[in-house]
């Protein structure tokens, strides 16, 4: 059974940093496009960032280029969020995606991906 487990969300202010982790159990990572995503209650769910199979290429919503990062450790087979400069308007439930089909680039379309975690949540006051 493939599972995505999101850890690292917490209650921060406006400017710190934080870093999401993604843990796929029963799934491997490696050779698999990856992608975070947020949403906020009574709100569309939002790409945030996506990286491709290779970690090669990388794709960022407008709203967060430059402050955040996604990264990819195989040997972890662990995918992270590094995001700072954060801001009030970046409280969300944050989840992150797998492709199950390989070698997929760095996609922003939801419907690519296969596998869903639960989420983290992230809220940042001002």
């Known amino acids: 059974q493939v599972q995505l487990v999101e850890s690292g969300g917490g209650l921060l202010q406006a400017g710190d940093s934080l870093r999401l982790s993604c843990a796929a159990v029963?799934?491997?990572?490696?050779?698999?496009?990856m992608g975070w995503f947020r949403q906020v209650p009574g709100k569309e769910r939002e790409f945030v960032a996506a990286i491709s199979w290779s970690g090669n290429a990388f794709n960022y919503a407008d709203s967060v280029k430059g402050r955040f990062t996604i990264s990819r450790d195989n040997s972890k087979n662990t995918v992270y969020l590094q995001m700072s400069s954060l801001r009030p308007q970046d409280t969300a439930v944050y989840c992150c995606?797998?492709?199950?089909?390989?070698?997929?680039?760095?996609?922003?379309?939801?419907?690519?991906?296969?596998?869903w975690g639960q989420g983290t949540q992230v809220t940042v006051s001002s």
């Open positions: 995606a797998a492709d199950a089909s390989p070698y997929g680039g760095a996609a922003a379309l939801s419907q690519v991906y296969d596998y």
């Open positions: 029963g799934f491997t990572v490696s050779g698999r496009s």
